[in-house]
Protein backbone atom coordinates (compact mmCIF):
# COMPACT_ATOMS: atom_id res chain seq x y z
CA UNK A 1 0.00 0.00 0.00
CA UNK A 2 1.32 3.25 -0.77
CA UNK A 3 -0.56 5.25 2.30
CA UNK A 4 -2.75 4.18 4.67
CA UNK A 5 -4.82 7.23 2.96
CA UNK A 6 -5.25 5.79 -0.23
CA UNK A 7 -6.44 2.02 1.65
CA UNK A 8 -9.37 4.75 3.77
CA UNK A 9 -10.63 5.86 0.61
CA UNK A 10 -10.70 2.83 -1.48
CA UNK A 11 -12.95 0.78 1.25
CA UNK A 12 -15.21 3.90 1.87
CA UNK A 13 -17.69 3.61 -0.90
CA UNK A 14 -19.41 7.02 -0.48
CA UNK A 15 -15.80 8.93 -0.55
CA UNK A 16 -14.36 6.39 -3.65
CA UNK A 17 -17.62 6.12 -5.72
CA UNK A 18 -16.95 3.29 -8.72
CA UNK A 19 -13.19 2.86 -7.13
CA UNK A 20 -14.70 1.46 -3.74
CA UNK A 21 -13.36 -2.05 -2.88
CA UNK A 22 -15.55 -4.82 -1.48
CA UNK A 23 -12.90 -6.32 1.26
CA UNK A 24 -15.19 -9.07 1.78
CA UNK A 25 -15.46 -9.76 -1.44
CA UNK A 26 -11.72 -10.00 -1.66
CA UNK A 27 -11.14 -11.73 1.19
CA UNK A 28 -13.85 -14.84 0.05
CA UNK A 29 -12.10 -14.80 -3.65
CA UNK A 30 -8.36 -14.84 -1.56
CA UNK A 31 -9.64 -17.83 0.83
CA UNK A 32 -10.95 -19.68 -2.35
CA UNK A 33 -8.04 -19.94 -4.12
CA UNK A 34 -5.88 -20.90 -1.53
CA UNK A 35 -8.10 -23.81 -0.73
CA UNK A 36 -8.47 -24.90 -4.29
CA UNK A 37 -4.51 -24.45 -4.38
CA UNK A 38 -4.05 -26.43 -1.11
CA UNK A 39 -6.11 -29.59 -2.35
CA UNK A 40 -4.24 -28.99 -5.15
CA UNK A 41 -1.22 -29.16 -3.84
CA UNK A 42 -2.33 -32.38 -1.82
CA UNK A 43 -3.81 -34.39 -5.01
CA UNK A 44 -0.92 -33.74 -7.12
CA UNK A 45 1.56 -34.81 -3.65
CA UNK A 46 4.47 -33.72 -6.57
CA UNK A 47 8.52 -33.29 -4.75
CA UNK A 48 8.26 -29.44 -4.94
CA UNK A 49 5.46 -29.32 -2.13
CA UNK A 50 7.31 -31.95 -0.54
CA UNK A 51 9.15 -31.19 3.39
CA UNK A 52 12.39 -33.01 4.12
CA UNK A 53 10.55 -35.48 5.62
CA UNK A 54 8.71 -36.00 2.68
CA UNK A 55 5.31 -35.59 3.97
CA UNK A 56 3.14 -33.08 2.11
CA UNK A 57 3.03 -29.24 2.61
CA UNK A 58 0.79 -26.75 1.84
CA UNK A 59 2.01 -23.25 0.28
CA UNK A 60 3.14 -21.48 3.14
CA UNK A 61 0.67 -18.51 2.60
CA UNK A 62 -2.40 -21.10 2.16
CA UNK A 63 -1.64 -22.69 5.76
CA UNK A 64 -0.69 -19.58 7.53
CA UNK A 65 -3.73 -17.24 6.13
CA UNK A 66 -6.59 -19.53 4.42
CA UNK A 67 -8.67 -19.56 7.71
CA UNK A 68 -8.18 -15.91 8.43
CA UNK A 69 -9.31 -14.59 4.52
CA UNK A 70 -12.49 -16.94 5.00
CA UNK A 71 -13.36 -15.81 8.61
CA UNK A 72 -12.98 -11.78 7.49
CA UNK A 73 -15.41 -12.73 3.91
CA UNK A 74 -18.11 -12.47 6.71
CA UNK A 75 -21.28 -14.56 5.91
CA UNK A 76 -20.12 -15.27 2.50
CA UNK A 77 -16.92 -17.38 3.41
CA UNK A 78 -18.78 -19.86 5.85
CA UNK A 79 -18.95 -22.98 3.55
CA UNK A 80 -15.32 -22.76 2.35
CA UNK A 81 -14.30 -22.37 6.13
CA UNK A 82 -16.24 -25.36 7.04
CA UNK A 83 -14.98 -26.90 4.01
CA UNK A 84 -11.50 -26.52 4.96
CA UNK A 85 -12.48 -27.48 8.65
CA UNK A 86 -13.77 -30.79 7.16
CA UNK A 87 -10.67 -31.68 5.30
CA UNK A 88 -8.07 -33.69 7.47
CA UNK A 89 -5.72 -33.54 5.12
CA UNK A 90 -5.28 -29.32 5.32
CA UNK A 91 -6.07 -29.40 9.02
CA UNK A 92 -3.37 -31.82 9.58
CA UNK A 93 -1.11 -30.03 7.20
CA UNK A 94 -2.03 -26.66 9.14
CA UNK A 95 -0.60 -28.49 12.37
CA UNK A 96 2.14 -29.41 10.77
CA UNK A 97 3.60 -25.96 9.51
CA UNK A 98 3.13 -24.83 12.48
CA UNK A 99 -0.03 -22.81 11.83
CA UNK A 100 -2.63 -23.64 14.48
CA UNK A 101 -2.53 -20.82 16.51
CA UNK A 102 -2.98 -18.62 13.33
CA UNK A 103 -5.78 -20.26 12.21
CA UNK A 104 -7.08 -20.87 16.15
CA UNK A 105 -7.08 -16.70 16.20
CA UNK A 106 -8.05 -16.18 13.21
CA UNK A 107 -11.65 -18.03 14.44
CA UNK A 108 -12.00 -16.07 17.63
CA UNK A 109 -11.92 -13.27 15.29
CA UNK A 110 -15.70 -14.29 14.33
CA UNK A 111 -18.29 -12.80 16.14
CA UNK A 112 -20.38 -14.22 18.77
CA UNK A 113 -23.03 -16.11 16.74
CA UNK A 114 -21.43 -15.43 13.64
CA UNK A 115 -19.73 -19.18 13.65
CA UNK A 116 -21.94 -22.36 12.25
CA UNK A 117 -22.38 -24.90 15.30
CA UNK A 118 -19.42 -26.85 13.11
CA UNK A 119 -17.51 -24.51 13.23
CA UNK A 120 -17.68 -23.24 16.87
CA UNK A 121 -17.57 -26.85 18.09
CA UNK A 122 -14.31 -26.55 15.51
CA UNK A 123 -12.95 -23.69 17.26
CA UNK A 124 -13.73 -24.82 20.77
CA UNK A 125 -11.86 -28.57 19.51
CA UNK A 126 -8.57 -26.67 18.16
CA UNK A 127 -8.61 -24.24 21.12
CA UNK A 128 -8.63 -27.62 23.82
CA UNK A 129 -6.18 -29.55 22.10
CA UNK A 130 -4.00 -27.13 20.36
CA UNK A 131 -0.94 -28.27 22.37
CA UNK A 132 -1.09 -31.90 21.31
CA UNK A 133 -2.24 -30.98 17.62
CA UNK A 134 0.51 -28.61 17.11
CA UNK A 135 3.17 -31.21 18.51
CA UNK A 136 1.68 -34.22 17.34
CA UNK A 137 0.01 -33.19 13.64
CA UNK A 138 0.82 -36.95 12.68
CA UNK A 139 -2.40 -37.75 14.97
CA UNK A 140 -4.93 -35.22 14.31
CA UNK A 141 -8.23 -37.86 13.85
CA UNK A 142 -7.12 -40.29 16.94
CA UNK A 143 -6.85 -36.44 18.87
CA UNK A 144 -10.03 -35.35 17.81
CA UNK A 145 -11.55 -39.13 18.18
CA UNK A 146 -10.70 -38.86 21.40
CA UNK A 147 -11.10 -34.69 22.79
CA UNK A 148 -13.83 -33.34 20.35
CA UNK A 149 -16.54 -31.43 21.73
CA UNK A 150 -20.17 -32.55 21.84
CA UNK A 151 -22.21 -29.57 22.21
CA UNK A 152 -24.24 -29.13 18.81
CA UNK A 153 -24.03 -33.69 18.55
CA UNK A 154 -21.16 -35.55 17.26
CA UNK A 155 -20.82 -34.31 14.00
CA UNK A 156 -17.14 -33.78 14.54
CA UNK A 157 -16.79 -37.24 15.85
CA UNK A 158 -19.00 -38.69 13.05
CA UNK A 159 -16.69 -37.17 10.55
CA UNK A 160 -13.21 -38.14 12.39
CA UNK A 161 -14.61 -41.82 13.35
CA UNK A 162 -15.09 -42.37 9.80
CA UNK A 163 -11.52 -40.65 8.84
CA UNK A 164 -10.43 -42.97 10.79
CA UNK A 165 -12.18 -46.09 11.30
CA UNK A 166 -13.38 -46.48 7.89
CA UNK A 167 -16.62 -46.52 6.18
CA UNK A 168 -19.59 -48.01 8.55
CA UNK A 169 -18.99 -46.32 11.59
CA UNK A 170 -19.83 -43.55 13.66
CA UNK A 171 -23.30 -43.85 11.91
CA UNK A 172 -25.33 -40.78 13.57
CA UNK A 173 -28.12 -43.25 14.92
CA UNK A 174 -25.49 -45.05 16.72
CA UNK A 175 -24.55 -43.38 20.57
CA UNK A 176 -21.58 -41.37 20.56
CA UNK A 177 -18.24 -44.43 21.38
CA UNK A 178 -17.30 -41.57 24.09
CA UNK A 179 -19.14 -39.59 26.58
CA UNK A 180 -20.03 -35.95 26.30
CA UNK A 181 -17.68 -33.67 27.78
CA UNK A 182 -18.72 -31.09 30.23
CA UNK A 183 -19.34 -27.46 28.83
Given at each position: MLHKSLSDWLLHATISGSHAVDSRLGHRLL??????MSKKA??????????????????????????L????????????LEEVLRNWEI?????VAGD??????????VAAGKLTPYCRDAQRWISRCQHDLQMHPETT???TFLFCPFKFGTEILVT???????????DENEPPLIEPQGE
Open positions: GSHLLTLESGNDTIRNADSSLKLPSYASKYMVHMCRAGPSGTKLMQQIFGGHMLAALGEENISSAALLGPGLG
